[in-house]
């Protein structure tokens, strides 16, 4: 990416040209490399109040790049960059729960509670902190899990790495499997939700998607793990990947999931929780695909607060997990 002009009437505004290193990048994520240090968040309060324009249009946060566009960005002050140092404790754990790295990518069974990306009222999520842990690599966010879900979540460590896993998640070549527990008891221990979604965004800034003839198609694969009372473990394979698609597509068929606090039963809620559940239950145990003749698998197990909660409702001495 070059720059042509660095004014157009104000000064510091930066107009660029896309090269072909970023052609297909989401540009919140481009904007990310560009304004090294800049935190998410103001990223993407510039994007929000339009200061950010491709080819003279606003842009959105999920808008992908073209070789040749041209890209403006406004001044950014440093006094505006509400820069912080990422907290030393969630450094390590996100360094600590590394599980699979080569040239092209680096893995983590990502612990919940911690963001993908910074951004929303979030410092820091596991990108940024993983920056901080390695600040000598350059890592690209490959995907993104909600805050609350636990489990594998992908980095490239370059270009081509990222651009092709991204293209393999657009065309459907990529497999995502899920471990969740539904509550109640579904008829079926193997079914599929086909139901399209439309994402909203609710007056107060919070995000929300429901199932609409006018969303997209969304596809989900679900199969019965094992049984507990008033509760199923479920696998969830997806058939596309839209946002909350696990969540939303298992409330729509009457069975939400344990501890969602947005889509799930308020009632189910507190029982769980009473018996030891603190979180949603969603964990994203294994993601697959192939790229460039090699294969790859990375999978991580189901964290012990989550095994130990399933050991409480079944009714087993704490430590004999479920699975």
Do not use: W
């Given at each position: 990416m070059q720059t042509v002009t660095s004014q157009d009437g104000s000064h510091g505004v930066r107009q660029l040209e896309v090269g072909a290193e970023r052609d297909g990048q989401r540009i919140d994520n481009a904007l990310a490399t560009i304004l090294k240090g800049v935190p998410k968040s103001l990223i993407y309060r510039i994007l929000r109040t339009g200061q950010v324009r491709v080819n003279g249009k606003r842009a959105k946060p999920d808008t992908r790049l073209v070789a040749g566009d041209m890209l403006r960005i406004p001044p950014v002050r440093v006094a505006e960059r509400e820069s912080s140092e990422a907290p030393a404790g969630q450094v390590a754990e996100v360094a600590d729960a590394v599980i699979f790295e080569d040239k092209h990518f680096l893995v983590i069974d990502k612990p919940p509670g911690v963001a993908s990306h910074g951004g929303?009222?979030?410092?820091?999520?596991?990108?940024?902190?993983?920056?901080?842990?390695?600040?000598?690599?350059?890592?690209?966010?490959?995907?993104?899990?909600?805050?609350d879900t636990s489990g594998v979540l992908v980095f490239s460590r370059t270009r081509p790495a990222l651009t092709g896993l991204q293209a393999l998640i657009r065309e459907g070549e990529v497999t995502k499997q899920y471990l969740c527990l539904m509550t109640g008891a579904p008829s079926r221990a193997k079914f599929d939700v086909n139901a399209p979604l439309q994402k909203s965004i609710l007056q107060g800034g919070e995000r929300m998607v429901r199932v609409s003839d006018k969303g997209k198609p969304s596809l989900t694969f679900f199969r019965e793990v094992e049984q507990y009372p008033g509760a199923r473990l479920m696998e969830a394979t997806l058939g596309?990947?839209?946002?909350?698609?696990?969540?939303?597509?298992?409330?729509?068929?009457?069975?939400?999931?344990?501890?969602?606090?947005?889509?799930?039963?308020?009632?189910?809620?507190?029982?769980?929780?009473?018996?030891?559940?603190?979180?949603?239950?969603l964990h994203a145990s294994l993601m697959s695909f192939e790229l460039d003749g090699r294969a790859y698998a990375f999978s991580a197990p189901l964290p012990d607060e989550l095994k130990d909660f399933l050991d409480k409702l079944r009714g087993r001495p704490r430590g004999k997990t479920a699975r």
């Amino acid at each position: 990416m070059q720059t042509v002009t660095s004014q157009d009437g104000s000064h510091g505004v930066r107009q660029l040209e896309v090269g072909a290193e970023r052609d297909g990048q989401r540009i919140d994520n481009a904007l990310a490399t560009i304004l090294k240090g800049v935190p998410k968040s103001l990223i993407y309060r510039i994007l929000r109040t339009g200061q950010v324009r491709v080819n003279g249009k606003r842009a959105k946060p999920d808008t992908r790049l073209v070789a040749g566009d041209m890209l403006r960005i406004p001044p950014v002050r440093v006094a505006e960059r509400e820069s912080s140092e990422a907290p030393a404790g969630q450094v390590a754990e996100v360094a600590d729960a590394v599980i699979f790295e080569d040239k092209h990518f680096l893995v983590i069974d990502k612990p919940p509670g911690v963001a993908s990306h910074g951004g929303s009222g979030v410092s820091h999520g596991a990108i940024e902190l993983l920056r901080a842990a390695r600040p000598k690599e350059s890592l690209e966010l490959v995907h993104r899990l909600d805050r609350d879900t636990s489990g594998v979540l992908v980095f490239s460590r370059t270009r081509p790495a990222l651009t092709g896993l991204q293209a393999l998640i657009r065309e459907g070549e990529v497999t995502k499997q899920y471990l969740c527990l539904m509550t109640g008891a579904p008829s079926r221990a193997k079914f599929d939700v086909n139901a399209p979604l439309q994402k909203s965004i609710l007056q107060g800034g919070e995000r929300m998607v429901r199932v609409s003839d006018k969303g997209k198609p969304s596809l989900t694969f679900f199969r019965e793990v094992e049984q507990y009372p008033g509760a199923r473990l479920m696998e969830a394979t997806l058939g596309t990947g839209r946002t909350h698609q696990i969540r939303v597509h298992a409330a729509h068929v009457g069975h939400p999931l344990a501890g969602d606090p947005k889509y799930g039963d308020a009632e189910a809620n507190q029982r769980f929780r009473k018996q030891g559940l603190k979180r949603m239950f969603l964990h994203a145990s294994l993601m697959s695909f192939e790229l460039d003749g090699r294969a790859y698998a990375f999978s991580a197990p189901l964290p012990d607060e989550l095994k130990d909660f399933l050991d409480k409702l079944r009714g087993r001495p704490r430590g004999k997990t479920a699975r």
